[in-house]
């Protein structure tokens, strides 16, 4: 084989995808700023993976479960409180959490530092709900609980009224 067609044939297999520390789809939810370094396009829909800045003192969503998809935490840094059922757990830098599908989790930030987590998304399902968060607050509308458990049906998610 020549060189030229070694070359070609390299070539053929899929483009690699690289996100710079700028790059990458942001989406604001009040006091969270979400950054989208994959959002499955790239990886046939079966991973997606975001970067999330949460404000001191952040509430995350209701706790929720997810039917379709497992969800990771990596905690970059600060801290992050999990709930997950009845217990909680405080998830520090170097922390991993990951919650398969069934688990009834929430997340907030409770300290006076910002925290940084990378999410993972297998399958890459839930990108979209974030999308549609953001668009209930660009509609004029308050990301009320209730708002927030309505853009979680679409997505083969539900809360864990049990719980509540």
Do not use: C
Not at 70 to 89: A, K, L, M, Q
Not at 92 to 115: C, K, R, W, Y
């Amino acid at each position: 084989m020549t060189e030229e067609a070694k070359t070609s044939q390299r070539q053929a297999g899929p483009a690699v995808s690289v996100v710079g520390p700028a790059d990458g789809e942001t989406i604001v939810l009040g006091t969270t700023r979400m950054r989208v370094l994959e959002d499955g396009s790239h990886t046939g829909h079966r991973l997606a993976i975001a970067e999330s800045v949460l404000a001191p003192h952040t509430q995350g969503p209701p706790q929720h479960r997810h039917a379709r998809h497992d969800e990771g935490f990596y905690i970059v840094s600060g801290t992050v409180r999990f709930t997950v059922g009845d217990e909680d757990y405080d998830a520090t830098e170097g922390t991993l959490v990951m919650v398969p599908p069934g688990t009834p989790h929430t997340f907030a930030n409770l300290a006076d530092q910002p925290a940084v987590m990378l999410s993972t998304f297998t399958p890459d399902l839930y990108v979209q709900y974030f999308r549609d968060l953001q668009d209930v607050l660009a509609d004029g509308r308050p990301l009320t609980p209730q708002a927030n458990i309505d853009v979680m049906s679409r997505y083969a998610t539900e809360p864990a009224i049990d719980l509540a």
